[in-house]
């Protein structure tokens, strides 16, 4: 695939349809459907830049941040990591009912979306981890900062 289907891929992310919630009780489904990913292998990864990827999530944001103004009493939370486990860019919204993000790991929010697509664009590993003697976890802890996991965060309101 070239970068331009895929980028019409990504169309099906940009419009679909956002949960809203209407309590703390309802973390459980605003995790489960509100959660998207991106992957790409290592040939199409190197034909991304970061431009690229801040221009989708703003895409991304703008049709939220619609969908939040038409339909909802209160903000939604709009957050993005990169898993480097599966090599996935993550994103995800819950409302700002709840007073953490749900995360088990040791995790930094930070302020600027572009350390993780960086992260992401540069991991060299996007087609699986090597064979060999180390185990995968060890190699990635070796080449790159993954803890705490940084995790990019922000209020989408509702006005």
């Known amino acids: 695939m070239n970068k331009e289907a895929f980028l019409k891929e990504l169309d099906e992310i940009i419009q679909d ?5 209407n309590s703390v009780d309802d973390l459980d489904d605003e995790t489960l459907l ?3 990913s991106i992957s790409m292998g290592q040939e199409l990864v190197s ?3 970061t431009e690229d990827l801040i ?3 703003h895409q991304v944001q703008n049709n939220r941040k619609e ?5 909802s009493d209160h903000n939604m939370i709009f957050y ?4 480097w486990q599966s ?3 993550h994103f995800n919204l819950i409302s700002d009912l709840h007073t953490k993000l749900p995360f088990g790991c040791n995790h930094k929010v930070i302020e600027n979306i572009e350390p993780i697509l960086n992260d992401f664009l540069q ?3 996007h087609d699986g981890f090597p064979i060999g003697e180390k185990e995968e976890k060890e190699v990635i802890e070796n080449e790159f900062d993954i803890e705490p996991l940084k995790v990019y965060s922000i209020i989408i309101t509702n006005d």
Not at 17 to 21: A, K, P, Q, W
């Open 55 to 57: 221009t989708f999530f």
């Open 123 to 125: 991991f060299p590993y």
């Open 67 to 71: 969908q939040i103004v038409n339909t």
């Open 87 to 89: 090599a996935r860019l």
């Open 47 to 49: 034909k991304f830049t």
């Open 80 to 83: 993005v990591w990169f898993d």
């Open 17 to 21: 349809e956002l949960f809203i919630g």
């Open 34 to 36: 509100d959660n998207w």
